[in-house]
């Protein structure tokens, strides 16, 4: 979207209206391994936004947004736009020390933490899948999220290397590709089964919906090995993304499970809809989560 077209303009004046709404934020350093301000945890949940939600925006933005929005955490992933006024600077792990001082003064305004990055193709040459780990270490990101089965012996001594969650992330089934199997909760289950505990899983709730699997279920066969959640909620199968709680994702339940089984991750916000204008829809998915706790008693 152009930096000063109507529908940015929009979408920007209707966050100053619910700038009011925000919780409170503070500036913060960086600490030397993952961890988010102490009492920034909603229901025992670091909660936050993936970024692919503001996909037509810049990371720049997407960090605001998210903290705006009420988000404590944020999961980047490679080749957002950096900055409004650029459209060539791109945000990954190839990215120059200059964009690293911009996202880090960002985050620091809006007291986000970074906490994973995904969904990234992670190369079978070491030294091309290193670059992606230093990006993580420099980071102190929990997690990598990617679909790279293929190279798991790799992506397993990189993992314990590097002292990093890696997060297995699964698309909706593709039935005219069968080598296509992060699908499956089960295979995934079987993958990281006599792998090092980092090794696990990113479970993307309404990839599992249009799949026609049960994400609770899914939750179930994966147990002791979800380290992320792409959360999401939609009224059937085919059906776009609604708001937390108000379709058929289960969504009380998926958390309800996730805490039980001692989930340490984080859950993002993934909304993959009304791309322009769902900052709203955002922070009401984390909105539902903070009511949920409140009447759960969850601390």
Known sequence: MPADSPSRRRFLSGLTLAAAAAPAVSSRRAEAAFSAPEGSTVGGFHLGVQCWTFRNFSVLEAIEFTGRAGGSVIEFFPGQKLRPDDEDARWNHESPDEAHSLVKDKLEEWGVTPMNYGVVGIPEKEDEARAIFEFAKRWNLYGITTESDRNIDL?????????????????????????????????????????????????????????????????????????????????????????????????????????????????????ETNWDHNFFDAAQCLGFVRGVSVARGWT
């Open 155 to 271: 992506v397993e001594k990189l993992a314990v290397e590097y002292d990093i969650r890696i997060c297995y992330h699964n698309h909706p089934r593709r039935p005219d590709n069968p080598d296509y199997k992060v699908w499956d909760p089960a295979y995934i289950a079987e993958l990281v089964k006599d792998r090092d505990p980092r090794v696990g899983a990113c479970g993307d709730t309404g990839h599992w919906i249009r799949t026609g699997l049960d994400p609770v279920e899914s939750l179930q066969i994966l147990e002791g090995r979800v380290h992320a959640l792409h959360l999401k909620d939609r009224p059937d199968k085919e059906g776009a993304d609604v708001v937390w709680g108000s379709g058929i994702g289960r969504v009380e339940e998926v958390l309800s499970t996730v805490r039980d089984q001692g989930f340490a991750g984080n859950i993002s916000v993934e909304y």
